[in-house]
């Protein structure tokens, strides 16, 4: 059985930094690509980031050079560290390899 647990969201400042982990089991993961999605109220979901098996990494415009994403194969994890954080990065982050998504992890970004 295949699982992906987000963790590491909370609320934060904005100009606060946020490190989000995704923990695969059941899955070589090191074989896939691996993407994080939010989805702020009331908007569609969104594709933030993508690494590929090899480490080729893509962003999106609104968080190209602030957001970056990696990956540990030994550990089977994910990672999207997030700096400078606004108030629109608010949202709940998804974790997603292969047709896989996790539950999720709530970012707040708030004075």
């Known amino acids: 059985q295949v699982q992906l647990v987000e963790s590491g969201g909370g609320l934060v400042q904005p100009a606060g930094s946020l490190r989000l982990s995704c923990a695969a089991s059941?899955?070589?993961?090191?074989?896939?690509?691996v993407a994080w999605y939010r989805q702020a109220p009331g908007k569609q979901r969104e594709w933030v980031a993508t690494?590929?098996?090899?480490?080729?990494?893509n962003y999106a415009n609104s968080v190209r050079g602030r957001f970056t994403i990696s990956r540990d194969n030994a550990k089977n994890t994910a990672y999207l560290q997030m700096n400078s954080l606004k108030p629109d990065d608010t949202a709940v982050y998804y974790c997603?390899?292969?047709?896989?998504w996790g539950q999720g992890t709530q970012v707040t970004v708030s004075s």
């Open positions: 997603w390899t292969r047709t896989y």
């Open positions: 690494i590929s098996s090899g480490g080729s990494t």
């Open positions: 059941g899955i070589i993961f090191n074989l896939y690509t």
